[in-house]
């Protein structure tokens, strides 16, 4: 198998494993401030991740610390606009006095799936990332709405997968609402994504299979199994052969 793939994890939020986490990925999501962590955090993430030659990249979130971010609520193009330029900038910041450079850009929960589905909050996140560094990688869905709006404005797009996530038939992830949300065990998991790679698809909750197109592939940090999900995932994508690395960002 001659494939390469990169492995991210949404870090800076408390949960105690980064540490190790950061010796198995390729990329790390920091968040932001708006869901979990704080000026501190953030620019110790940074920093931890900038010395492990691990990619830096944004988390950014809806203002929402008491759901962690992951309760779905109105809003509107102009406030996501701004919640996005406000985070992206503070974190630049950050990692400009860390010594870090911002590599790429992943919006969180909430955020992330309203705006894979909702074009006008797809167009308010890629107008911020433009507006503020034009040559970050948006990490986003395969043919959501994300993805098409980073596209119309030559934003750079890196398709995402989920490896701790079960997948609804339409493509989107199945709502942690719901008790099959999750997929607990790291092995199987594993393999599902050396399916996707090799076969460019992914069986949904009802057993049909649905296309997907694995460029970057996610771990939640915050999971209790986080750990034992990455450790198993690298050990068989090495064992396949697979390059595992961070993407490049644009000149």
């Known amino acids: 198998m001659n494939l390469v793939v990169d492995l991210n994890a949404d870090l800076g939020e408390g949960a105690g494993f980064d540490e190790e986490i950061l010796s198995l990925v390729t990329s790390a999501n920091i968040a932001c401030g ?4 704080d000026p501190q955090s953030i620019f110790d993430s940074i920093r931890a991740a900038h010395e492990r030659g691990v990619a830096v990249g944004a ?13 779905e609520k109105e ?3 102009g406030e996501v606009f701004a919640l996005v330029a406000y985070q992206l900038g503070a974190f630049q910041a950050l ?9 790429h850009i992943k919006p969180h929960g909430a955020l992330y ?13 890629t107008h911020a990332v433009l507006a503020v560094d034009r040559k970050l990688i948006l990490f986003a869905p395969a043919d959501s709405a994300l993805a098409h709006a980073a596209a119309a404005l030559n934003l750079q797009v890196l398709y995402e997968v989920f490896a701790d996530r079960n997948y609804m038939p339409d ?11 999750l997929l607990d065990d790291p092995v199987a998991a594993a393999e599902r994504i050396i399916r996707m790679l090799v076969e460019g698809k992914v069986s949904a909750i009802n057993g049909v299979d649905i296309p997907v197109q694995p460029e970057t592939v996610c771990v939640h940090g915050d999971a209790p199994q986080a750990v034992a999900f990455v450790r198993a995932l690298r050990a068989r994508l090495e064992l396949e052969d697979v390059m595992i690395a961070a993407p490049g960002r644009n000149p």
């Not at 809806?62 to 309760?71: A, E, I, K």
């Not at 990692?95 to 590599?103: L, P, Q, S």
């Not at 199945?174 to 099959?180: E, H, I, K, T, Y």
């Open 95 to 103: 990692a400009h006095a860390a010594g870090a450079e911002v590599r």
């Open 113 to 125: 799936n309203m705006a894979s589905r909702n074009g006008a909050l797809a167009d308010a996140i």
């Open 34 to 37: 708006f869901h979990a962590g």
């Open 171 to 181: 493509g989107s992830l199945v709502p942690r609402s719901r008790p099959d949300a």
């Open 59 to 71: 988390h950014p979130s809806l203002n929402d610390r008491v759901n962690f971010g992951r309760t």
């Open 75 to 77: 809003t509107d193009a």
